[in-house]
């Protein structure tokens, strides 16, 4: 990569680094703040879905910000936002206040992967399997060191609210770094420049690299609609999303509590909470090299397509595993799974860029990371409930069968690689 790429790459990294980590914070400290606010776990679970789901839903007018205005002055806003976001979070004094300060940082984080990952894709012309590989790699260590960050911050404040604090400052100065730092063909975040500026409205995505379609409801040259173009695979990869993002936010929010109830070691410590966030830290640590592999593989591989389609042929029994498991066996298939599945998501980024257009790639990932973190969401609330009638092991087994259906619809995304859906519409008025 060209020293300019890699500096765009270290800096969407960064992001994605501090992005994880401000959203992996609330699982670490799970089960103090449902004690310190008399709340169940299908109610933390609730105020959980709604930050998540903001998370989400943010990233559709996040891609569209990102194609007309720039990747860069949207992450500087994104960062900026979520530190201001995660200090107010440390402050609140109860839990409606909680709830209201986490959907801010929700709708702030919700920047970041339409414009960080439209940044590398547009921006990165060598090795951008590599690019992105990195990117993952470092959202990985956000997630990995966070729960040791926030178990800490329990042991040696005595409060989950420092790890929130802590986070914010900085967040504070790596906004101030990413909005001093220049970048080739981006530019930078001026308020006053940024409502003056215009841009044409980008449009669906298509596998090729030709200049856009006219926008929906106009029609082109010697044409009476607008033709859209979408690969079926396309579709699937979204479809896979969605269950992906499930397994990947419930996982995520309830290994703490997992491994506090059934791993003994922890559950008989002095400091629970600070093992299960040690333990979770060194276990979530191995998605560093599943991360580094998804990303690195992609240049090298002729059909990347397969790749998420053998990532989820292993993880759908793990996790099966997983669920009815202890102890040490369940500390081992637990670092199998954090290995293989965090391989999916520089694949998965692979992909989507490889099926959207160079124009509307902020579009394509907001899509993506809508159905990823927004429709995934509802695995909070989803576990909450399991976990309370239930138990959290019967939600792994549910996350089990989940990761069968993601491993048909991955082989779906290769099958059906040569089909695309084509149709026209117009918007007329009804005389």
Known sequence: MEADERKLTWLAGFSHFITHGYMTLLPAVLIVITAEHSL????????????????????????YLSDKFGSKRMLTIGVGGMAVSSILVGLTPGATAFAVTYAMLGLFASIHHPAGLSLIARRVNTRRGKALGLHGVMGNVGLFLTPLVASYGVKFFGTWRAAYIIYGMLGLLFAAVLHMTKLKDEADLNWRKLFRRTAPRPVVSGR??????????????????ALIVVPISLLLLYLGSVLSGFIFRGSLTFFPTLLQSEVHF??????????????TTAVLSLGLIGAWFGGYINDKIKKPEFLPFYIFIVVAPVLYLISSLVDAKLLLFSCLFSLVYYAWQPAQNYLVAKYTKKASHGMGFGINFFLIFGVGSIATATGGYVTDEYGVDRFYLLLSYIGGAACFVALGVY?????????????????
Request: glycine content about 12%; aromatic content about 12%; proline content about 8%.
């Open 208 to 225: 090729d690299e030709s200049p856009p379609a006219p926008a929906a409801g106009e029609a082109g040259p010697g044409k009476s609609a």
């Open 415 to 431: 099958l059906a690689r040569a089909y695309l859906l084509k149709f026209t519409w117009r918007l007329v008025r009804d005389e």
């Open 40 to 63: 169940s776990f299908t109610e933390i679970g609730l105020i959980a879905n709604i930050g998540y789901f903001l998370y989400g839903l943010g990233s559709f007018p996040a891609g």
């Open 266 to 279: 922890i559950n008989i410590h002095d400091e629970p909470v600070y093992m299960a966030g040690v333990v």
